[in-house]
């Protein structure tokens, strides 16, 4: 029997980029379907859009997929909406692993990890260049700098990354 498995990548990497070696890597015992957020779907993000939305749209594809049940991987965003559709959605799942998920319910929340919930409310409110370039210092460790822009111009897929990453933090706490 083949394992079926979802795959959900962060807020920034588009699935392919952030799981196809791992895709290949798995070979022919697993069925992998790596799904991009749905807050990408269109150009902009739904104005009604929530956890609800991606939830929806995972179900969605592994039905799609002929996957009854599934194992199920998030990584960062995608594994805040990991964690919400076990939640709501326990008998689809197999099995649930999480990758740095960014937020898994708010109780039991520490006074830490809500200083960073309100630092990501005020990233959210800068331009969108000041918003990516402080997003991603608030996911290193004090002292580490992050790594230099790849060369070339940016993929057209990034530009759709600001108004997605203020969409979801939104929709988390």
């Keep these: 029997m083949r394992h079926q498995a979802m795959l959900l990548p962060g807020s920034v990497l588009p699935a392919d980029l952030a799981y196809g070696a791992l895709v290949d890597a798995l070979g022919d015992d ?10 990408y779907a269109t150009d902009e993000p739904p104005v009604d859009y929530g956890l609800e939305t991606e939830i929806e749209a995972v179900l969605t594809a592994a039905d799609a997929a002929g996957f009854e049940r599934f194992h199920l991987v998030g990584y960062s965003g995608g594994g805040a909406i990991s964690a919400a559709l076990v939640a709501r959605h326990p008998e689809r799942v197999l099995s649930l692993a999480l990758l740095e998920p960014a937020w898994v319910g708010n109780a039991g929340m520490t006074a830490p990890e809500r200083d960073v919930w309100a630092s990501f409310e005020r990233i959210r409110e800068l331009s969108d260049r000041e918003m990516m370039e402080r997003f991603v210092r608030a996911q290193l460790a004090p002292g580490v700098d992050p790594p230099p822009p790849a060369p070339g111009p940016e993929p057209p897929w ?8 203020r969409k979801l933090t939104a929709a988390c706490p």
């Design 158 to 165: 990034m530009a759709k990354r600001p108004a997605g990453i």
């Design 30 to 39: 697993v069925r992998a379907c790596a799904k991009d957020l749905e807050i």
